[in-house]
């Protein structure tokens, strides 16, 4: 992917396959059976959702539209050891839930950021075996208060 003058160029295999100021490249399935890597920077663990680029100023702005459930599976085990107790996993995996479920928005081209500005997010490797339990085992559950989402810090 690359980006000039205003227009987003992806290029594969010595080919250009699309261009254009935004370009969306969609899964052919969800879960975590596929998804995108990046090479630069090099991030090897997996980012399971469709990938935006857009074309900012000389920039491409990429954001990932992806589940939350496989989106916490990319938060939790970064933001609290794999090693930890499943309970305090699971309290972690409510937490950061309830965080992102928060922060989500109407307007604005992403919601949360991948860094400790919101949670860290650095995609799914299946060996946070402890850390995907933790997120299965609570799949769906956030922390209200007063009928809206509570404000949870960590």
Same mark, same amino acid.
């Given at each position: 992917?690359?980006?000039?003058?205003g227009v987003l160029t992806l290029t594969s295999g010595?080919?250009?396959?699309?261009?254009?100021? #935004?370009?969306?490249?969609?899964?052919?399935?969800? &879960?975590? /059976?596929?998804? =995108?890597?990046?090479?630069?920077? @090099?991030?090897?663990?997996?980012f399971c959702g469709d990938v935006i680029f857009t074309?900012?100023?000389?920039?491409?702005?990429?954001?990932?539209?992806?589940?939350?459930?496989?989106?916490?599976?990319?938060?939790?085990?970064?933001?609290?050891?794999?090693?930890?107790?499943?309970?305090?996993?699971?309290?972690?995996?409510?937490?950061?839930? #309830?965080?992102?479920?928060?922060?989500?928005?109407? &307007?604005? /081209?992403?919601? =949360?950021?991948?860094?400790?500005? @919101?949670?860290?997010?650095?995609?799914?490797?299946?060996?946070?075996?402890?850390?995907?339990?933790?997120?299965?085992?609570?799949?769906?559950?956030?922390?209200?208060?007063?009928?809206?989402?509570?404000?949870?810090?960590?």
């Amino acid at each position: 992917m690359s980006a000039s003058s205003g227009v987003l160029t992806l290029t594969s295999g010595g080919k250009t396959l699309a261009t254009g100021t #935004t370009i969306s490249v969609n899964r052919t399935s969800g &879960g975590t /059976s596929c998804g =995108v890597r990046f090479t630069s920077p @090099s991030l090897g663990n997996l980012f399971c959702g469709d990938v935006i680029f857009t074309a900012s100023g000389g920039a491409v702005q990429t954001v990932l539209r992806i589940y939350i459930e496989t989106y916490l599976y990319g938060v939790v085990p970064y933001e609290m050891s794999n090693s930890f107790p499943i309970e305090a996993l699971k309290a972690q995996a409510v937490s950061a839930r #309830t965080y992102a479920m928060r922060a989500k928005r109407s &307007g604005g /081209s992403y919601d =949360v950021t991948d860094s400790t500005t @919101s949670q860290v997010f650095r995609g799914y490797t299946s060996s946070y075996a402890n850390a995907i339990r933790a997120v299965d085992e609570t799949k769906g559950v956030c922390l209200m208060s007063g009928g809206s989402y509570a404000q949870c810090y960590y």
